[in-house]
């Protein structure tokens, strides 16, 4: 039997909806600075995206454009500029930035309390000793669609390909706080079919077109392709989605899976910083 598609537009559309009606009842105006350099196509794009949906919830956007050549120096004013700006509850910078800016320095200037991506080291270190704060949007939002679909983590067996600070470090972390059993595989792993193939839950984030197949898939497994890749002029994940659909449990779609499911997140978390923000001043 072929695998139940878990639609991440449509449960990313639904959580959309209930955010915008949370904040048009909470009396909160919240708002989301996203910081840009260079003029990466897919880097834009994905900041459109996120603007769009800012748009779509009522939560206010500033939208930040900068050189590709700009000195560290300058965007780190930029942020520091945001940290201090009242108005603004969610700061984010679009990764990669261009090379030459040292993207960990503008990340640690942000301030942990607007960091709507759980990038900063102080989130991560949170996360990490399972208390989290902010946490990384796709695999928050990826935890979100797993719950929403009802797949049992507590005591699964977890694998996760790819050891990426934005994905499989904090995709590791929460589900390990939701009790799986996980191992995180990366470009070292040796016999990495033979581990993938032990999982009850395979995350997939190493950003090569077709790169699960089929036979590193145990029978019923949920699959969650986090790729994004371009083959032959179309969008896939990293997973080969028709022959591994036959024999997974359950499936990300790329695209239409994890990528809604990130900028939800994203919005969910911005509301979350609003609100924070808001108790804090309040006392
Ligand atoms: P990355 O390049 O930082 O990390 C890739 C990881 O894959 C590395 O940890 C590396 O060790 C591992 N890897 C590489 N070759 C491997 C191999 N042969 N076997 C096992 N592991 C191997 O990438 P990233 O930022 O984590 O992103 C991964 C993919 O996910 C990319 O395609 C990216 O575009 C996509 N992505 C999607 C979303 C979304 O919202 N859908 C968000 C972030 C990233």
Redesign the pocket.
Known sequence: MAATILDGKKCSEMRLEILKEEIGECGLHPHLATVIAGKDPASQMYVRMKHRACEQVGIGSVGIELPGDISTQKVLEKVRQLNADPDIDGILVQLPLPKGIDSERIIEAIDPAKDVDGYHPENMGLLFSGKPRFTS??PT?IMTLLAEYKIPVAGARAVI????????RPMAALLLNADATVTI?????RN?ADELKRADILVS????AH?IRPEMVKPGATVID????QLEGKLVG?VDFAAVREIAGAITP?PG???P??IATLMENTLKAAKVRACSSAR
């Open positions: 949007c796709t939002g390909a790819g050891r990426s600070i934005d994905v499989g595989c990366h470009s070292k792993t990495l984030a190493v950003g090569k790169f986090v790729g994004i890749n990293d790329v899976g994890v990528g499911m990130t």
